[in-house]
């Protein structure tokens, strides 16, 4: 009996700089989710398919065994903090950078002095609070699940702590950033179990996605 794969994805660009990878692999999506809305996906191969979840989800997946891999952001692995999950490889996609941002007249220097408390609004409480630890600086920190660039401009927070490539949303909504916390990208993560019962099928996927990422480090 052929051993059965189920890939965890997530739509957008994750999935769409993941296809590459997979294709170094030899497998190729028979659907695009974005079109199909189909939440499991069928592969070339009958004992491979992909699931579609949140980007947020994709750890809890592979923990618990439902999916045998993968491929999550370094921010949402730090967040989850990686329980159950081996993380053989940096896959160099979806790179971006985690960043402290205020508004454009907002006077960070001096309000970021150690023993100061300052208001800060983020998707990612665990990395902002020991950013902010690491500084010295006390938190009132208030979680949120999107849109962060709204909260300093209606005074829900002073700062805060999200993801920046270009800079363009910042720009856009009079916002700076003011302090680079990590750079991010996208990494493979492998249920442990099944990394060990499944060895012989793992491995020359493994070995496939870490050729095309040495090629693009
Ligand atoms: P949604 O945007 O639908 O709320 P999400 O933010 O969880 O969901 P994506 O925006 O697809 O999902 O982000 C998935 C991953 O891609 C993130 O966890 C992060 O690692 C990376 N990422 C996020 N934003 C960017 C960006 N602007 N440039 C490059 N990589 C990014
Ligand atoms: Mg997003």
Do not use: W
């Not at 009958?46 to 989800?57: E, M, N, S």
């Not at 891999?69 to 896959?91: C, M, N, R, S, W």
């Not at 985690?98 to 408390?117: I, K, N």
């Not at 709204?150 to 949303?169: E, R, Y």
Request: hydrophobic share 40%; charged share 20%; aromatic share 6%.
């Amino acid at each position: 009996m052929t051993t059965q794969l189920t890939i965890a994805l997530s739509k957008g660009r994750i999935f769409e700089e993941t296809l590459p990878l997979l294709s170094e692999a030899g497998i190729e999506a028979a659907e695009n989710p974005e079109q199909s809305r189909k939440l499991i996906i069928g592969t070339n191969h009958d004992h491979i398919r992909l699931i579609i979840v949140r980007a947020t989800d994709v750890p809890t997946y592979v923990q618990y065994g439902a999916a045998d891999f993968g491929i999550a952001g370094k921010d949402v692995l730090t967040e989850h903090g990686g329980e159950g999950l081996y993380q053989p490889l940096d896959l160099q996609i979806a790179k971006c950078r985690m960043m402290v941002a205020v508004a454009e007249d907002f006077d960070y220097e001096r309000a970021s002095q150690p023993g100061c408390r300052l208001r800060v609004a983020s998707k990612y409480p665990h990395i902002a609070a020991e950013h902010f630890a690491s500084k010295g600086v006390h938190i009132d920190l208030i979680k949120l699940y999107g849109s962060m660039e709204l909260a300093p401009l209606v005074g829900l927070s002073d700062a805060i702590v999200d993801l920046v490539s270009s800079g363009n949303t910042l720009k856009a909504n009079h916002l700076k950033a003011v302090e680079h916390i990590s750079d991010i990208s996208s990494r493979l993560v492998v249920n442990k179990a099944a990394l060990k019962l499944k060895y012989h099928v793992l491995q020359p996927i493994i070995d496939a996605f870490a050729k095309v990422a040495r090629c693009t480090s």
